[in-house]
């Protein structure tokens, strides 16, 4: 044990190192950098069996990053051959993964362009013209998929729509389908976009109160969770700073 402890003692700053690395980029709850800082080893090595490694169970998210990119140049392979829409949503849904919100949208463009059933492309294309900043192009496409479910994607969609208005300036139309999203939807993106909205609108206190909740869902959400949703507890903090100003 005593050898363990010296051993473990000696390393120690490389435990700290990556502990407060992981901190920065992962940005856990504050009080974990005064632990790893005042305990020491002790408190980083506490840090890594906490944080660390329950992290790694979302490396298999990036571990799907290489079949993605292989199925990817696939399908741009097949499609030379096969032009189908069947194809061009397939690998519209890849970029959309992938981060490459333009391709997506030239996916879904050509396969809308052969299909016009499928309520799926209008509404991911929708997603990506959101990302994309471009809301006017958005609204029509989302639109189009809450009319045929108003709970499709589990709420997402709603809540995208109502952020399509409040963008293009219909307040009222955005209000309404917030509140209605809100009220059965825990959709942090929501919530963050509802906060948004309200802030331009000039009802601080409100956004302050939604930007709150996204907070507020992390103590009773489950430690994988909680680190998928780091995103929006970061851009919920930025609001809450910004508007403290």
């Known amino acids: ?27 856990p709850d504050t009080y974990w950098i005064f632990i790893i800082l005042f305990l020491g080893w002790v408190g980083a090595l506490v840090y890594v069996v906490v944080e660390v490694i329950p992290d790694a169970g979302l490396l298999r998210t990036s571990f799907q990053v290489f079949p ?12 030379l051959d096969n032009p189908s829409a069947g194809n061009y949503e397939e690998l519209g849904l ?32 929708g997603v990506a013209e959101v990302e994309l900043g471009d809301f006017a192009a958005a609204v029509p496409d989302l639109e189009r998929a809450v009319t045929a479910d108003p709970n499709y994607d589990f709420h997402r969609a709603k809540g995208l729509l109502a ?24 959709n942090s993106e929501t919530y963050y976009n509802y906060a948004i909205f309200l802030q331009s609108q000039g009802r601080t206190e409100e956004a302050r109160q939604w930007a709150q909740k996204i907070l507020d869902q992390r103590r009773t959400m489950p430690g994988y969770q909680r680190r998928r949703e780091r995103v929006w507890f970061r851009k919920a903090y930025a609001l809450l700073a910004r508007m403290r100003l």
Do not use: P
């Open 1 to 27: 044990m005593g050898s363990l402890l010296f051993f473990l003692g000696g390393w120690g700053f490389v435990l700290q190192a990556v502990a407060i690395v992981h901190f920065i980029r992962r940005r």
């Open 68 to 79: 993605r990119r292989r199925r990817i140049h696939e399908l741009e392979r097949a499609i």
């Open 94 to 125: 890849l970029y959309l993964d992938n981060g490459d919100y333009a391709r997506a949208r030239a996916s879904y463009d050509k396969a809308i362009a052969s299909r016009t059933d499928s309520v799926d492309a209008f509404y991911r294309r």
């Open 163 to 186: 952020h399509a208005y409040a963008q293009t300036g219909q307040a009222e139309k955005a209000e309404a389908l917030f509140q209605r999203a809100t009220k059965i939807s825990t």
